[in-house]
């Protein structure tokens, strides 16, 4: 009896982890299915709703973006279509101007795609000057403060480093990645999963590695939001140097300040 009960748990636990691992994998092609409407069949949707149904669904897209801004979450396509857009989704296109519009004229933001592999959006201060002051050099947040920091380093290595330096400098600066920290809690949480959610960095496996061990990267909100010049200008003042002294960084500083404007991914 009791062996049946624990074959029984064994299936249902099996059929479970299918049913999970189905659904993970539904929800990452929900993008797959959704095709973007032609302009002959934006104009044939808009002809089927009031200007009030597409302001009103307008304003829902609008405020789901404000909504994931607060916590500088990407916008996924998918997740818009499915969750804000619906049944609307023949004039997708028309609802994204309109959003644009809105952010552009009422907000002072810009919305832009940092992959346009899987369609993510996000949204940045298009007040903020050309040249990438950007808001994570805002001295109210301490938690931008730190980001800052990290993605220096990253920069001055090379634009690849291993998690232990990233840790072992942090300790440096006592913010122990073992320890609550009473300004950011779990470190270690905030780095790893926070700031690589909200795509400031990338934290990427190292193959072949035992034990495991990760390496982080920048990530494409900080190629579009972070002026490398900046940092460069920061560690000058830190170290008492001129920044041409790092040429390769202010090689490559200098060649991306130019093209890269709010809008591109430098990658």
């Given at each position: 009896?009791?062996?049946?009960?624990?074959?029984?748990?064994?299936?249902?636990?099996s059929q479970s982890k299918r049913q999970s691992g189905a659904s993970a994998a539904q929800?990452?092609?929900?993008?797959?299915?959704?095709?973007?409407?032609?302009?002959?069949?934006v104009q044939r949707g808009m002809q089927k709703?009031?200007?009030?149904?597409?302001?009103?669904?307008?304003?829902?897209?609008?405020?789901?973006?404000?909504?994931?801004?607060?916590?500088?979450?990407?916008?996924?396509?998918?997740?818009?279509?499915?969750?804000?857009?619906?049944?609307?989704?023949?004039?997708?296109?028309?609802?994204?101007?309109?959003?644009?519009?809105?952010?552009?004229?009422?907000?002072?933001?810009?919305?832009?795609?940092?992959?346009?592999?899987?369609?993510?959006?996000?949204?940045?201060?298009?007040?903020?000057?050309?040249?990438?002051?950007?808001?994570?050099?805002?001295?109210?947040?301490?938690?931008?403060?730190?980001?800052?920091?990290?993605?220096?380093?990253?920069?001055?290595?090379?634009?690849?480093?291993?998690?232990?330096?990233?840790?072992?400098?942090?300790?440096?600066?006592?913010?122990?990645?073992?320890?609550?920290?009473?300004?950011?809690?779990?470190?270690?949480?905030?780095?790893?999963?926070?700031?690589?959610?909200?795509?400031?960095?990338?934290?990427?496996?190292?193959?072949?590695?035992?034990?495991?061990?990760?390496?982080?990267?920048?990530?494409?909100?900080?190629?579009?939001?972070?002026?490398?010049?900046?940092?460069?200008?920061?560690?000058?003042?830190?170290?008492?140097?001129?920044?041409?002294?790092?040429?390769?960084?202010?090689?490559?500083?200098?060649?991306?300040?130019?093209?890269?404007?709010?809008?591109?991914?430098?990658?």
């Amino acid at each position: 009896m009791s062996q049946r009960k624990r074959l029984s748990n064994t299936q249902s636990s099996s059929q479970s982890k299918r049913q999970s691992g189905a659904s993970a994998a539904q929800e990452e092609n929900d993008d797959t299915t959704f095709t973007q409407p032609s302009t002959s069949q934006v104009q044939r949707g808009m002809q089927k709703l009031t200007p009030a149904q597409v302001d009103q669904k307008t304003a829902e897209v609008v405020q789901y973006f404000l909504v994931k801004d607060q916590k500088k979450i990407p916008v996924r396509r998918a997740d818009l279509v499915k969750h804000v857009v619906k049944e609307y989704r023949t004039i997708y296109p028309e609802i994204m101007k309109r959003a644009s519009r809105t952010f552009d004229q009422v907000f002072g933001l810009k919305m832009i795609e940092i992959d346009a592999k899987n369609h993510m959006y996000i949204l940045i201060n298009k007040l903020e000057p050309g040249d990438g002051a950007s808001p994570i050099k805002s001295p109210t947040n301490p938690k931008m403060g730190l980001l800052f920091v990290i993605l220096s380093v990253i920069f001055m290595k090379g634009g690849v480093v291993r998690e232990n330096l990233i840790w072992n400098t942090l300790k440096k600066l006592r913010v122990d990645p073992g320890e609550k920290h009473e300004e950011f809690g779990d470190i270690k949480k905030v780095v790893a999963d926070e700031f690589v959610r909200q795509r400031y960095l990338e934290y990427v496996r190292i193959p072949h590695t035992e034990p495991v061990e990760h390496e982080f990267r920048w990530g494409q909100r900080a190629d579009v939001e972070i002026s490398k010049t900046k940092i460069l200008e920061f560690m000058g003042q830190l170290h008492e140097q001129d920044p041409q002294s790092w040429s390769q960084q202010y090689r490559e500083a200098h060649s991306v300040s130019g093209s890269t404007q709010p809008g591109s991914s430098s990658r």
